[in-house]
């Protein structure tokens, strides 16, 4: 079994208010333990006195090269020396001193252990109103939807991982999206995942706080969206599909009347255009799954494997240019027809429910054959991600 030993890593970026305050209750905390700890102050371009009061309160001092909230905790986590490591803000919003949670998890067998703000209570002024009421919220709700983790404070930024763990993770994010993505591959690994009340306190600064409330806020939206696009991709793309599917065979024949409404090629034309949307929304949404699955942050279920096993390369080919030729030979049918009159004039409600499908077909054919190949590029040219998680680590 390893030894036991404790680090705490603090990322920094002109904390010279709040840092000496920090460390001194991380001290006051470790000094209760019966293990050995470290402190670890990953300072990411401080241009106050932050490095000078990490020499004055002897503890380490990281410099880290790459700028970012995530660059600079992982960058502390991979210098520290624990086996267990509990990492916060240097702002004093957390008080180190009130750490023993999450030690006390990770010591019953706990992979990660977060935080929640919401259970713990947040002291007054210490949250924006729109970080408490909807951007976390927000953020939280879709992630427990996307991934499989069920806590409801996506965002706190206290939190105890093992080192084992933590280097199985290979985490990428550099910014403050690094929080969603921890969570996101941590529940991948169904890693066993502990959450534990933490107080808020409003922080030490007498400065605006580094957290940009919609650019980071977008990055985690972006994120989680890109990883789990069902919101954005797979709903719009079966309602397009379905209402497209039905507007087409509908009308393929004839027009329809409805009340007094009537439905003639031009609603025919926006059905084909309907099955097109929902067709490259559902291919993006594959991709996209499919991708996520190879970065390790989700698994696919049981009909998205076998959706994707039923476009590999060779079948999607003959899927896709079956479609095609079949759009093709309608064209052609048309481009007949009109040579039989001459080149002139043609009834245009008999004459585009030839065209109509015709085109469809072809766009559609050659979607499908492209789907096929990008597919197939990611799983012929995918490198493993385990050979590349650690380049930009050292």
């Given at each position: 079994?390893?030894?036991?030993?404790i680090s705490?890593?603090?990322?920094c970026?002109n904390?010279?208010?709040?840092?000496?305050t920090?460390?001194?209750?991380?001290?006051?905390?470790?000094s209760?333990?019966?293990?050995?700890?470290?402190?670890?102050?990953?300072?990411?371009?401080?241009?106050?006195?932050?490095?000078?009061?990490c020499?004055?309160?002897?503890?380490?001092?990281?410099?880290?090269?790459?700028?970012?909230?995530g660059?600079?905790?992982?960058?502390?986590?991979?210098a520290?020396?624990?086996?267990?490591?509990?990492?916060?803000?240097?702002?004093?919003?957390?008080?180190?001193?009130?750490?023993?949670?999450?030690?006390?998890?990770?010591?019953e067998?706990?992979?990660?252990?977060?935080?929640?703000?919401?259970?713990?209570?947040?002291?007054?002024?210490?949250?924006?109103?729109?970080?408490?009421?909807?951007?976390?919220?927000?953020?939280?709700?879709?992630?427990r939807?996307?991934?499989?983790?069920?806590?409801?404070?996506?965002?706190?930024?206290?939190?105890?991982?093992?080192?084992?763990a933590?280097l199985?993770?290979?985490?990428?994010?550099?910014?403050?999206?690094?929080?969603?993505?921890?969570?996101?591959?941590?529940?991948?690994?169904?890693?066993?995942?502990?959450?534990?009340?933490?107080?808020?306190?409003?922080?030490g600064?007498?400065?605006?706080?580094?957290?940009?409330?919609?650019?980071?806020?977008?990055?985690?939206?972006?994120?989680?969206?890109?990883l789990?696009?069902?919101?954005?991709?797979?709903?719009?793309?079966?309602?397009?599909?379905?209402?497209?599917?039905?507007?087409?065979?509908?009308?393929?024949?004839?027009?329809?009347?409805?009340?007094?409404?009537n439905?003639?090629?031009?609603?025919?034309?926006?059905?084909?255009?309907?099955?097109?949307?929902?067709l490259?929304?559902?291919?993006?949404?594959?991709?996209?799954?499919?991708?996520?699955?190879?970065?390790?942050?989700h698994?696919?279920?049981?009909l998205?494997?076998?959706?994707?096993?039923?476009?590999?390369?060779?079948r999607?080919?003959?899927?896709?240019?079956?479609?095609?030729?079949?759009?093709?030979?309608l064209?052609?049918?048309?481009?007949?027809?009109?040579?039989?009159?001459?080149?002139?004039d043609?009834?245009?409600m008999?004459?585009?429910r030839?065209?109509?499908?015709?085109?469809?077909?072809?766009?559609?054919?050659?979607?499908?054959?492209?789907?096929?190949?990008?597919?197939?590029?990611?799983v012929?040219?995918n490198?493993?991600?385990e050979?590349?998680?650690?380049?930009?680590?050292?």
């Amino acid at each position: 079994m390893i030894p036991v030993s404790i680090s705490i890593v603090m990322p920094c970026l002109n904390e010279e208010l709040t840092l000496a305050t920090c460390i001194r209750r991380a001290k006051e905390f470790l000094s209760t333990l019966p293990v050995p700890s470290e402190i670890i102050i990953a300072d990411n371009g401080s241009t106050d006195r932050s490095i000078e009061i990490c020499r004055e309160e002897g503890v380490k001092c990281l410099q880290v090269p790459v700028k970012g909230y995530g660059a600079a905790l992982h960058y502390g986590i991979m210098a520290s020396s624990g086996s267990h490591i509990i990492f916060g803000d240097s702002d004093d919003s957390y008080h180190f001193d009130e750490c023993k949670p999450f030690y006390d998890k990770l010591m019953e067998g706990a992979d990660l252990v977060v935080g929640n703000r919401f259970t713990g209570g947040v002291e007054k002024d210490a949250m924006p109103f729109l970080h408490r009421y909807l951007g976390t919220p927000v953020i939280s709700y879709m992630g427990r939807k996307s991934f499989a983790v069920p806590f409801r404070d996506f965002n706190c930024g206290l939190r105890g991982i093992t080192r084992a763990a933590y280097l199985s993770l290979g985490m990428q994010a550099r910014g403050m999206d690094f929080i969603t993505e921890m969570l996101a591959r941590a529940g991948y690994r169904k890693m066993i995942i502990a959450e534990v009340p933490v107080k808020l306190y409003k922080d030490g600064r007498n400065r605006a706080p580094h957290l940009k409330t919609w650019q980071d806020g977008w990055r985690q939206f972006r994120q989680i969206i890109m990883l789990s696009p069902k919101w954005l991709m797979l709903m719009p793309g079966l309602l397009f599909l379905v209402t497209g599917i039905f507007l087409f065979f509908a009308l393929l024949f004839s027009r329809i009347t409805i009340a007094s409404i009537n439905l003639d090629i031009h609603t025919f034309f926006f059905g084909s255009v309907f099955i097109l949307l929902g067709l490259q929304l559902l291919q993006f949404y594959l991709l996209l799954r499919f991708y996520g699955n190879r970065m390790q942050f989700h698994y696919l279920s049981m009909l998205e494997e076998k959706m994707i096993r039923a476009f590999r390369f060779e079948r999607g080919l003959i899927i896709g240019g079956f479609v095609f030729l079949i759009g093709l030979a309608l064209s052609l049918i048309a481009v007949i027809e009109w040579a039989r009159q001459n080149y002139g004039d043609l009834d245009p409600m008999h004459t585009f429910r030839l065209i109509i499908p015709g085109g469809l077909g072809i766009m559609a054919g050659m979607q499908i054959m492209i789907f096929a190949i990008l597919l197939n590029a990611l799983v012929t040219f995918n490198v493993k991600f385990e050979d590349i998680k650690q380049n930009w680590i050292h």
